[in-house]
């Protein structure tokens, strides 16, 4: 099983950005952590982040054919985005939405996700857990 983990804009920034939101960690440690829980539930992982929403649909459909999962944290373009949206039904790879903080408790702008019409699931404010446990959910469907 191959999985795919997405970052969108300024999660490159992790460690740095608002850390009493996003926390301390680096997006090159989030990295290692991915890396490192792909090897022990036994999957391949392949790591990509962009700022740019042209990018980001770019590597959605590449994975067309490709990929059996998505875990996808699109930042900022969750909350505008209906190119990622239409990318994700495009190739209708089972995706996990994933945010670090508590969208939902945040401002009324961020409780509008686009993407999430094309995930099976969502997980947010489990800070980076979240990731791996999207990858974990991705993983059981995949095994039936
Ligand atoms: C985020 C929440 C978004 O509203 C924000 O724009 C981000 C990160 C999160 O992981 O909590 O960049 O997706």
């Given at each position: 099983m191959k999985l795919l983990v997405i970052n969108g804009p300024n999660l490159n920034m992790l460690g740095v950005r608002e850390p009493d939101i996003y926390g301390r960690t680096t997006y090159?440690?989030?990295c290692r952590q991915l890396e490192a829980?792909?090897?022990?539930?036994?999957?391949?992982?392949?790591?990509y982040q962009s700022n740019?929403?042209?990018?980001?649909?770019d590597k959605i459909q590449e994975a067309y054919g490709q990929i059996d999962?998505?875990?996808?944290?699109?930042g900022?373009?969750?909350?505008?985005?209906?190119?990622?949206?239409?990318a994700l039904k495009a190739v209708a790879?089972?995706?996990?939405?994933?945010?670090i903080s508590k969208v939902d408790k945040r401002e009324e702008f961020r409780q509008i996700s686009y993407v999430r019409l094309a995930c099976c699931a969502t997980i947010t404010g489990?800070?980076?857990?979240?990731y791996l446990e999207a990858m974990d959910l991705l993983r059981e469907r995949y095994e039936g």
């Open positions: 090159a440690d989030l829980h792909a090897k022990n539930i036994g999957v391949q992982v392949e790591l740019h929403e042209g990018d980001l649909v999962g998505i875990v996808i944290n699109p900022a373009y969750t909350h505008t985005s209906v190119a990622i949206l239409d790879i089972p995706a996990v939405e994933v945010h489990h800070g980076l857990d979240g």
